[in-house]
């Protein structure tokens, strides 16, 4: 019985262990009102389920075969009072737990900036945010301070009470952003720039780590995190600068390459812009950024000026999208890269175009390449 009463003790022992878990003991405002948001989703939700596995266990016992003396009605089928409670209670539950869900899924948005310290201190608009560019490489992160001009590998440091904005990508696979002690995950992706707003209240070490499975590396893809008072903060800008070695682009290719457990490193300066060609996938030389892409792609592409620029073809000057063709003397007009049509499908043979005119129809140019 000695044994039976230790194992009926260690789910309570599991629950007390768990206080002093970080996602309900945070050190950060945001983390702290999603935890508080957390607990009273649970509390919502436990109306309903504790009272139900209560009365599953009463009713199992008072009905049992063995109870002679309990009410026994095989023609009972309704109760108005019954229903009422049984589709009133959960409903009510629904609609508060669907409201607070709702306020606190806009007001905890990583992308929106925070409008609070602490649950007693809002933000002035005196305090200046801390700027940190973070990119997760395989299988290390990096940090970039852009209005500092270092960059650090495993370590992030940040002042106290100083608001936070985030920019997130990757370099080659997803991986997830989190400081539990900080705020929520947030997704880093390749060629896309993901933002989180947080602060951090309380000094110490923290753990953060990437929480989404990416690779061979991913156990060791771990960081600390630093909270300190604006004078330590200072003191580590010193030291990374003082210990640390410039990141041009060459290095920063060498350390983009795949690492397992790789050490904290500390940068003095980085590369112009290296964050920018990270998030548009163009850190190698001669690699077109996915930006510079992109704006050829809204101007109409490459296509119809490299069509261009090949055939120096005109026909009566017919503008193609607005381009001029103009045929130089004694220009050879190249064939069609189409086969060639058919009005007999039947022969196969095409019809013979008019001396002195191209065989390529000016249609077939406006369609492009």
Not at 110 to 119: G, L, N, T, V
Not at 233 to 250: A, E, N, R, S, Y
Request: aromatic share 8%; hydrophobic share 45%.
């Amino acid at each position: 019985m000695q044994r039976l009463r230790l194992l009926a003790l260690l789910p309570l022992a599991f629950a007390l262990s768990s206080c002093s878990a970080v996602v309900l003991n945070p050190s950060g405002d945001v983390a702290m009102q999603q935890r508080d948001l957390l607990l009273i989703a649970t509390g919502l939700m436990l109306i309903i389920i504790i009272p139900v596995m209560v009365l599953t266990a009463v009713f199992a016992w008072k009905y049992r075969q063995g109870n002679l003396y309990a009410n026994y009605d095989p023609e009972w089928d309704h109760s108005t009072k019954l229903e009422l409670v049984i589709w009133a209670a959960p409903l009510l539950i629904i609609i508060c737990l669907g409201a607070i869900t709702w306020l606190g899924t806009h007001l905890l948005d990583p992308y929106r900036k925070i409008d609070r310290i602490a649950a007693d201190r809002v933000v002035t608009g005196q305090e200046k945010p801390l700027e940190v560019e973070v990119a997760a490489l395989d299988w290390k992160w990096l940090f970039i301070y852009p209005q500092y001009g270092i960059a650090t590998v495993n370590e992030l440091a940040a002042p106290v009470d100083r608001p936070i904005e985030f920019k997130i990508t990757a370099t080659s696979v997803m991986n997830s952003f989190f400081i539990p002690a900080l705020a929520g995950q947030i997704y880093a992706m390749p060629g896309m720039e993901t933002q989180l707003h947080a602060v951090i209240n309380k000094p110490g070490v923290y753990d953060g780590f990437s929480a989404n499975y990416s690779g061979a590396g991913f156990s060791n893809m771990n960081f600390k995190f630093v909270g300190v008072d604006d004078k330590s903060f200072d003191d580590w800008i010193q030291k990374v600068k003082q210990q640390g070695t410039p990141l041009d682009m060459k290095r920063y290719n060498q350390l983009a390459l795949p690492s397992e457990a790789s050490p904290v490193l500390y940068f003095t300066s980085y590369a112009k812009g290296l964050f920018d060609k990270i998030v548009n996938l163009c850190t190698k030389p001669g690699k077109m950024c996915m930006d510079q892409m992109m704006a050829i792609d809204m101007k109409g592409g490459a296509g119809l000026e490299s069509q261009a620029n090949r055939a120096k073809l005109t026909y009566d000057a017919h503008p193609i999208d607005g381009i001029e063709l103009t045929e130089p003397p004694g220009a050879t007009v190249p064939a069609s890269p189409r086969a060639p049509h058919t009005d007999h499908p039947e022969s196969g043979e095409a019809p013979q175009p008019d001396a002195g005119k191209s065989s390529v129809a000016p249609q077939q140019l406006n369609q492009g390449n």
